[in-house]
């Protein structure tokens, strides 16, 4: 069982929509959570990220993570065909400098969205 | 984009030679990183570096190797390259931001094993 688990889709919305994507998670340790975006051909970019529970609001955007769940969530409101990309999951044990985590994330699948008009 | 080069971005290359992949930053960052992705796979950690000549093995290190002799230079090299390793390439650098280590990534190295 890989320790990130995310629904490759692809997913197909109509622009306005809003968007929920998700991932699950077993390693316990995991206290921080990004988010990444990733046009076609091009390397990933952070959206945004959060630490521990909670929500976190940037624009349209939306993360959420529940840690007695294992579930961390990004919602996209009024989706533009701008966002058509692939999302990405991150997670990461340790967030301290000097700590031995050394910022290494674990990702996971990319779901693939597409926003029509 | 954060000042991050790959190259070559793309490679066409024979069973059983080996291959050099650069990653080169301008942002004087501690940490770097390679990744692969396939489909199905997401990202997955080759290495990582985490300062000049500080170098770990990732989640799929077998058949490579890296090298960091200065800071702004990260390179991997497949030993002997096999269909298998046909994949794209991303180098990622980062650094701690005060509360979490911000991974910017690179554009990619596309390479197709024959």
């Known amino acids: 069982q890989k320790e990130v688990e995310q629904d490759p889709g692809p997913l197909s919305v109509p622009e306005g929509a809003i968007v929920s994507l998700n991932c699950t998670y077993s390693n316990s340790a995991f206290q921080y959570f990004m988010w990444y975006r990733q046009y076609s051909r091009k390397g990933p970019e952070l959206l945004m990220y959060?630490?521990?529970?909670g929500n976190k609001e940037d624009g349209r955007f939306t993360a959420q993570v529940d840690k007695s769940s294992k579930y961390i969530s990004l919602f996209i409101r009024d989706s533009q065909p701008s966002d058509s990309a692939t999302y990405l999951c991150a997670m990461s044990a340790g967030g301290s400098a000097g700590g031995t985590s050394y910022g290494k994330l674990t990702f996971g699948q990319g779901t693939i969205l597409t926003v029509h008009p | 984009d954060a000042g991050i080069t790959q190259s070559p971005r793309h490679k066409v290359t024979e069973t059983g030679t080996p291959v050099t992949l650069r990653c080169h930053q301008t942002e004087n960052h501690r940490y770097m990183y390679w990744y692969r992705q396939d489909p199905g796979h997401g990202l997955r950690l080759i290495h990582y570096?985490?300062?000049?000549?500080?170098?770990d093995k990732g989640e799929v290190s077998d058949g490579y190797s890296v090298s960091r002799s200065k800071t702004e230079d990260f390179l991997l090299t497949l030993e002997s390259a096999t269909s298998s390793q046909t994949s794209v390439y991303f180098c990622?650098?980062?650094?701690?931001?005060?509360?979490?280590?911000?991974?910017?990534f690179g554009p990619g190295t596309r390479l197709t094993v024959t």
């Open positions: 570096s985490y300062g000049v000549k500080d170098t």
């Open positions: 990622a650098i980062s650094e701690y931001a005060g509360v979490v280590y911000e991974q910017y």
């Open positions: 959060t630490y521990s529970s």
